[in-house]
């Protein structure tokens, strides 16, 4: 049997791409040449210069794949760009001489060597991210989620890891108690963050043992960066047998499975053809059914190629005895814990129920070990024990106060601390910073000061002291404190990236004390020392302008704390965000782990980006993001290398892969913009970017690798062609000129150039100064005044459904004037969170309130979500924030009402109008009949009681373990023991009937209008 042309080809080629087809026909062999349509079994579709054609598959001979479209009169016998070295075309004769692979009886004609090219090559890990999104949570467990999620959000802000070090044990026991897969994965993928690689490994499997696909290919990506092959495989082929798993990674994750059979000895995978079964897309089983050729290949060779024709019945009765074809049995998930003999419930308090995913009644909770006995634990259920994170064992001390923290336990945190500094040893100098981070964290930034001051000689490096005491005063606003200490550090720095920023930042303290001259003093120093600095010089026009309005000093609501981070760094917000989402996944794990990198993970990261061939902007801007990070982590190791141009880099190619990936244009333009951005001088080319840029406002936007010509360069005039055909596209761009011009001084000055070197049909509206500088200015206006805006809005206390109203009107009037679609559509959505805020707010039915309060959090979840996945730069830099301050501000606000709502009770004597009758023990049942309120919060658990007065014995209180609803009733009973005296005159009176429920104090509520009212006389 031998292999096809049109399998190979399916393989291999993709749409879009030139290839050269030779076909026996009629007439003879001849070829044909075009663009790639479509491709199936039967044929493919070429679009030719003479229009669209079909050619069978049948009379394919051989193929060529050309790197990209000939150009006019080149000769089909030319050598072409081969995807496939060395040979000259695809083909099946045996003049290619290709690797030969065991051959059958009849002496087929062998496998290509490149026919599994795609196994080949390095596998790039892929981790789930940290998800803190977990249905049907109760309260208390939706709250320890909530605050380990802000700690994390910071940490991850702040790059501060250990404080992901911190909350990992206890969130690492809460999903052993919580047992679900969920839990045990997102803890899997924060082991990960801060590269504790057994405890990751530990918390995947117990997610895996519940058949969690994610965390199967996790296990099977870190099996593989320790090269142990068959457990990875094993994972790998498992993850195929959950539908819950994510199908779009499907075909990656195939090529990873390849390339670790690819490293065993023995590729016989037991079940690898079933795999098949459960793929939906035609790109995965086509990329399943080359698998099993390469896995059948070394041993069977007829089979191989059957399975390579896309023949896999006539593989398997080729190859029968082969495990590769074996139907495995689904292995079953282990079933959730259960508390087994001897585990110890927490008795589940009556609460009142806040979410609307709670469950209803409240679940026993396990008893979880501490770290100190986690050895000790039961294995009886199958679940692999969680490994703590290591805390000090010589510091018992030091240790409590991390964990304490962690749990969110600050005084005992704070005592044991203050006790490890008495007590001195290895870790006093620790606990001297974590005291003082902690202090401020409590907003005790007097006392954090003090304490830093009274052990200042302790420290043999000030530089880290002085840091965290600015940090404090800028907190409290004592900006002359902060710039002493700024003018001590400069004497002692020597490098002149420190200098830079120590110079911007006392500028910033001195711009937010209004003193504008020195701060503008102080930017031109910094301008001096690097003249093509673009965010200095913007630095330089902002002071400028507050000179100009003749402004004293600058409120709180014209500017943004988050501004000093710009100021110092360089860098606008969203760099700073873009920078802050690296995972250095190109880095030697080894290096990761320590959090420093060398000389050689540099040139590791570069070797990578120098091997990628083709157009994979994608993985170009990965690893471009990687090294412009480690740059600024490891500035010294970096040497020479140009931090701004791997950012610049970075953000060119994300551009190019968000116009390939269909993302929004607003998306694209926002990541070309920031490119531009950074070209500190003329002499940078900014071709690319300002080609990609001008192309997304084509109506047919190119399809990738179009932009680029022969030589492999970009250049602008490319696309101006395609804009004399589309006036309105170039009409378009006209009107977002401004906003470029303000982002990058050489736009203007290179499209004009562009404009005037060729015979263009095209308005040139960027050559006169008298219509640009109008334009540019009032740009410069309008981002002051949307940013001014937002800024006040984002530090504005909203504590009421009025404050959340007026941020809803000033969001709808900055859709007015802000630029692009995707930023106004946000402000919308934005608008409508904060309006939906109010409605909270006004709400004063419970069960309305806490359904407002889940959609609400839905809404902002669904909107950083949006954000995250096709960024802008005014949603990055501020919309995402003011969302966070709304959904702070309506949690803190929703915890207070729920920890303050009293459930309104009406309590009844269901025989008001009948008697009572003793039994033999002189024991009398009461029957009360209790009504929740509509609107009231609903109620877990009553325990229904009467105080003992005048004689009166509670003999058995009632209780009901059901939900009760606002305007539901319930019937319970009670029995009280009357005296002999009560029971002689055939009356007692109940002085108050005793309710517990729901987290409130004991109600004692009375049965008649009338203090101390007495209960009808009943004859017995």
Not at 198 to 211: D, W
Not at 357 to 374: C, D, Y
Not at 414 to 435: C, F, H, P, T, V
Not at 506 to 526: I, K, M, N, P
């Amino acid at each position: 049997m031998s292999t096809q042309p049109i399998s190979i080809l399916q393989r291999l080629a993709t749409k879009g791409q030139w290839i050269v087809l030779t076909l026996n026909g009629a007439s003879g062999e001849t070829t044909q040449k075009g663009a790639l349509l479509e491709i199936d079994d039967a044929g493919v579709v070429l679009k030719v210069e003479s229009g669209v054609i079909y050619e069978p598959a049948d009379e394919i001979r051989k193929f060529r794949i050309l790197k990209e479209k000939p150009e006019e009169g080149e000769a089909n016998d030319e050598q072409p760009n081969q995807i496939a070295p060395p040979a000259a075309a695809v083909t099946l004769s045996e003049e290619l001489s290709p690797k030969k692979l065991p051959e059958s009886s009849e002496g087929s004609s062998p496998i290509p060597d490149y026919a599994f090219e795609q196994f080949a090559g390095d596998i790039v890990p892929r981790f789930p991210k940290p998800s803190f999104f977990i249905n049907d949570l109760d309260r208390e467990d939706q709250q320890e989620l909530v605050r380990w999620k802000n700690t994390y959000d910071y940490a991850d802000k702040i790059k501060e890891i250990s404080r992901i070090r911190n909350i990992l044990p206890a969130m690492a026991r809460w999903a052993k108690r919580l047992d679900r897969a969920a839990g045990y994965l997102l803890c899997g993928a924060l082991a990960l963050k801060i590269e504790d690689l057994n405890t990751a490994r530990l918390l995947f499997k117990n997610a895996a043992q519940l058949a969690d696909p994610n965390a199967m290919r996790a296990l099977a990506h870190l099996y593989a960066a320790e090269e142990d092959w068959r457990q990875a495989t094993d994972w790998f082929v498992r993850s195929f047998s959950s539908k819950e798993r994510d199908q779009s990674a499907d075909r990656e994750t195939l090529i990873a499975l390849g390339r670790c059979i690819g490293q065993l000895d023995d590729r016989s995978i037991p079940g690898l053809a079933t795999v098949n079964e459960n793929l939906s897309s035609d790109d995965a089983k086509r990329t399943a059914t080359l698998l099993v050729a390469f896995a059948l290949a070394p041993t069977h060779g007829e089979a191989a190629r059957a399975a390579l024709s896309g023949d896999i019945d006539a593989a398997r009765n080729l190859a029968s005895q082969s495990v590769i074809f074996k139907v495995l049995p689904l292995s079953a998930p282990r079933t959730r814990h259960i508390l087994s003999d001897g585990e110890i419930p927490v008795p589940a308090s009556t609460r009142t129920i806040i979410s609307r995913e709670s469950p209803l009644i409240a679940k026993p909770r396990t008893v979880f070990p501490t770290t100190g006995n986690v050895t000790q634990v039961s294995n009886s259920t199958g679940v692999a024990p969680v490994r703590p994170l290591p805390l000090p064992k010589t510091a018992p001390l030091y240790a409590q106060a991390k964990r304490a923290e962690a749990e969110g336990e600050l005084e005992l945190a704070e005592n044991s601390l203050r006790n490890q500094i008495d007590k001195g040893g290895q870790y006093r100098l620790s606990a001297i910073k974590d005291l003082a981070h902690l202090l401020s964290r409590m907003n005790r930034n007097s006392e954090a000061l003090e304490l830093l001051d009274e052990h200042r000689d302790s420290f043999d490096d000030l530089r880290p002291v002085d840091n965290m005491k600015i940090q404090y005063f800028t907190k409290m606003g004592q900006y002359d404190d902060a710039i002493r200490i700024i003018g001590s550090l400069l004497k002692d720095a020597s490098r002149g990236y420190d200098k830079i920023k120590l110079y911007r930042q006392r500028a910033y303290y001195h711009y937010r004390q209004g003193r504008f001259q020195e701060s503008l003093d102080g930017l031109q120093h910094v301008l001096r020392m690097s003249p093509s600095d673009v965010t200095t010089q913007n630095l330089i026009s902002k002071v400028q302008q507050a000179i100009d309005e003749g402004h004293k000093q600058v409120t709180i609501e014209e500017v943004d704390d988050r501004e000093l981070a710009e100021w110092t760094s360089g860098l606008s917000l969203f760099c700073e965000y873009l920078l802050s989402t690296c995972d250095f996944s190109y880095v030697d794990q080894r290096s990761r782990v320590r959090g420093v990198y060398e000389k050689r993970d540099f040139s590791q990261v570069e070797n990578l980006l120098d091997r990628i061939r083709g157009r994979r902007p994608g993985e170009k801007a990965k690893m471009l993001l990687t090294l412009a990070a480690m740059c600024r982590e490891a500035p010294e190791a970096a040497g020479d290398r140009n931090f701004v141009n791997y950012l610049r880099g970075a953000l060119a190619f994300l551009g190019e892969s968000s116009m390939s990936e269909g993302a929004h244009p607003d998306t694209t333009r926002c990541y070309l913009a920031e490119a531009l951005n950074l070209a500190v001088n003329s002499d940078v080319d900014i071709r690319f970017s300002l080609t990609h840029l001008l192309a997304t406002y084509l109506t047919e936007v190119p399809a990738p690798g179009e932009l680029q010509s022969r030589d492999g360069n970009v250049y602008v005039r490319t696309v101006l062609q395609r804009f004399q055909g589309n006036p309105s596209a170039w009409e378009d761009f006209e009107k977002d000129v401004p906003y470029y011009s303000v982002m990058s001084r050489f736009v203007g000055s290179h499209l004009a150039r562009e404009l005037r070197s060729g015979n263009w049909k095209l308005k040139n509206f960027v050559e006169s100064k008298e219509t640009v500088q109008p334009k540019h200015e009032a740009e410069i206006e309008r981002l002051r005044k949307e940013r001014n805006l937002l800024a006040s809005l984002l530090n504005s206390h909203y504590a009421g459904a009025g404050s959340f109203r007026n941020a809803r009107d000033q969001l709808k009037a900055l859709t007015e004037t802000t630029r692009f679609e995707t930023d106004r559509a946000r402000l919308q959505t934005l608008a409508r969170m904060a309006d939906e805020a109010a409605f909270y707010w006004g709400e004063s039915d419970y069960i309305e309130r806490q359904n407002k309060h889940g959609t609400l959090m839905a809404g902002l979840l669904a909107f950083h979500a949006d954000i995250s996945e096709q960024p802008t730069k005014l949603s990055v830099e501020y919309m995402m924030s003011i969302a966070d301050r709304i959904k702070e501000s309506v949690n803190q606000d929703f915890e207070t009402y729920v920890e303050k709502t009293r459930p309104a009770l009406d309590v009844r004597n269901v025989l008001s109008n009948d008697y009572y009758i003793p039994d033999k023990n002189d024991v009398v049942t009461i029957r009360v009949e209790i009504e929740l309120q509509a609107g009231s919060a609903p109620v877990e658990e009553i325990e229904l009681g009467t105080e003992e007065a005048k004689g009166l014995a509670l003999v058995r209180s009632g209780t009901s373990q059901n939900v009760l609803r606002a305007g539901q009733c319930r019937e319970l009973e009670i029995q009280v023991r009357p005296t002999p005296e009560q029971l002689r005159d055939k009356a007692f009176t109940l002085q108050r009937i005793r309710i517990n429920c729901a987290r409130n104090e004991p109600q004692f509520i009375r049965l008649l209008d009338e203090p101390g009212g007495c209960m009808e006389r009943e004859e017995w």
